[in-house]
């Protein structure tokens, strides 16, 4: 096997959160693979072909970049954020394992990058300054119920939440559920940060409550972050509020 | 308030996981504050200060960088890693909400950085696929029985598991218990990973199951994964196998 596949995170949008060994794999790639609007945010280069696919086409685009790889070609699968953080990487493994047993002996290399979750939590402070959870709210790929346990466990245990893919057209009633859920849980004052493109120039935070956390604030470009019971908040005149979470706890 | 204070995101060693947006505020600092082996990481620069200090002394480190910053400096914390998982980040607002008043008008910019668990979890695969957790195993900071009820709440839940802090000489003991803890909770075939010193030169990259895992494998500098009932194995002929969580899941 000559070819080389790299699944390279590209971080939250802004180009300053690229990572040099990131933008020297993608510089160097024959071939780069993923949804289109990712895409967009790689420079162009000369004799670089580009593979585009829809957002929901994820083991399909897996398997072809696999396959091109095979080929001998040097191939890029693009991934926002952190490529292994709900996106590619998983699916390109996944590819790796059920696909042709050859492709195992692929030069494999995974590059991460800023995640949406680390770049939410540095724009709104330090939120995710002790223990923490990354959850999909999505159930397009697990049940609802898988869901409902993991936040209820989450809150439960103190972990700070942050919701990945909290609502989009297709799944407009999930966040709403999941606060709704959380209430009993978490006291109402709990602070509650939507950040939405986050470092891109339309980027928009709001910091809230649970008691009054309003799920329309969310769309498919929102990170949602659910403090615990010993996130502070630190109001600052004319400015937005800083979250943080005290590294130090005592015994509830 | 004209000072400046910026908590900075090294990444895991590697310097090409160093962001552009991260270097430049290295560069432009007058000051540059933190534990004295993360400072030996910033390259110099002329009539640049630097306040080195032992890793313990976060509280002490963070006033002084506010004091510094109130005094019209242009302070950059750093931290390894991303700043605001279990690092300076809150350390920082700790200070800037205890301390003088007017700290909370000062310019404060966190510059996040790829994280040690995503670092270990590119170099592993995607063991990070689907739903995750972060958690300390200190128990400096927070009662052992909080921590191991998180660990109980989050491997009965499914959720995929980064330990960080999971073992030092003050501490030998609690990554053991851990282990013994979760042995009844997930099958003894459960993928568990040990990456030490991730991306540097004496990278080290252990993989085993939770039936065979050996505390002994891990040190300071040591992040361990385990994984959820669904985490798969990939073996290679002479290679490392990778670790992948899938991202579907089926009802429990």
Redesign the interface.
């Known amino acids: 096997m000559t070819g080389q596949l790299a ?1 390279v ?1 590209l ?1 939250p949008g ?8 990131a933008a ?1 794999t993608l510089a160097n790639a024959s071939d780069l693979v993923g949804y289109a609007p990712y895409l967009a945010r790689v420079p162009g280069r000369p004799n670089q072909r580009r593979h585009s696919s829809d957002n929901r086409a ?1 083991r399909e685009r897996a398997h072809h970049a696999a396959a091109l790889a095979a080929s001998g070609r040097c191939v890029a699968v693009v991934s926002s954020g ?5 996106a590619m ?6 590819a ?2 059920t696909g042709e047993p050859a492709w ?2 692929l030069d ?8 949406a979750m ?2 939410a ?3 709104i ?12 709210l999505s159930d397009n ?3 609802w ?2 869901v409902t ?2 936040l ?3 809150a ?4 700070v939440i942050a919701l990945y893919n909290p609502r989009s057209r297709a799944r407009p009633w999930q966040l709403g559920t999941a606060f709704d859920l959380l209430r009993p849980i978490l006291p109402a004052t709990t602070p509650v940060a939507f950040a939405t493109a986050v470092t891109c120039p339309e980027e928009r935070i709001d910091i809230t409550t649970l008691g009054e956390a309003d799920p329309e604030l969310a769309d498919m470009r929102t990170l949602v972050l659910i403090g615990s019971a010993t996130t ?1 908040r ?4 004319g400015m937005r509020p ?1 979250l ?9």
Chains 1, 2 share one sequence.
């Open positions: 699944i995170g971080g802004d180009p300053r959160c690229l990572t040099p060994q020297a994820e952190d490529a292994g953080v709900f990487a998983s699916a390109v493994f996944e790796i394992e195992r002996a494999i290399e995974v590059v991460p990058g800023i995640s680390f770049a939590s540095a724009r402070g330090a939120p995710l300054g002790h223990d923490f959870c990354a959850l999909s790929l697990k049940p119920a898988v346990e993991r209820t466990a989450a439960s245990a103190g972990f502070r630190i109001d600052r005149q800083w943080y979470t005290p590294r130090g706890e005592s015994a509830s």
